[in-house]
């Protein structure tokens, strides 16, 4: 049975920086693409960063130069660290494990999803 789980969401004010992480078990990390996605109520889940079995990373337009995902093999644990946060980075955010193929940052694309962690950004 695959189970993520994230942690470190919190609040935190323009500018700021968090990381937050996602534990897996049950789920090799060397096996395909892992992610992070966000969203906010009302709106579709978006495609933060995804990172390769290898560790190649993948990020969308609205977070490159702040936001690096990576992860610990060893550990099972996929980190999202966001540096220079802004009010519109707010959001629940979401790990994502299994993907199926194509479009990285698709939220369709993978299989597994924790809980969610939320971020606050306080200008």
């Known amino acids: 049975q695959v189970q993520l789980v994230e942690s470190g969401g919190g609040s935190v004010q323009t500018g700021g920086s968090l990381k937050i992480a996602c534990a897996a078990s049950?789920?090799?990390?060397?096996?395909?693409?892992m992610a992070w996605f966000r969203q906010v109520p009302g709106k579709e889940r978006e495609g933060v960063s995804a990172?390769?079995?290898?560790?190649?990373?993948t990020d969308a337009d609205s977070v490159k130069g702040r936001f690096v995902a990576s992860k610990d093999n060893a550990k099972n644990i996929l980190y999202l660290q966001m540096n220079r946060l802004k009010p519109e980075d707010t959001a629940m955010y979401y790990c994502?494990?299994?993907?199926?193929?194509?479009?990285?940052?698709?939220?369709?694309?993978?299989?597994?999803w924790g809980q969610g962690t939320q971020v606050t950004v306080s200008s």
């Open positions: 994502a494990a299994h993907y199926r193929g194509g479009d990285r940052l698709r939220f369709s694309q993978y299989t597994y």
């Open positions: 049950g789920y090799s990390f060397t096996t395909t693409s």
């Open positions: 990172i390769s079995s290898g560790g190649q990373t």
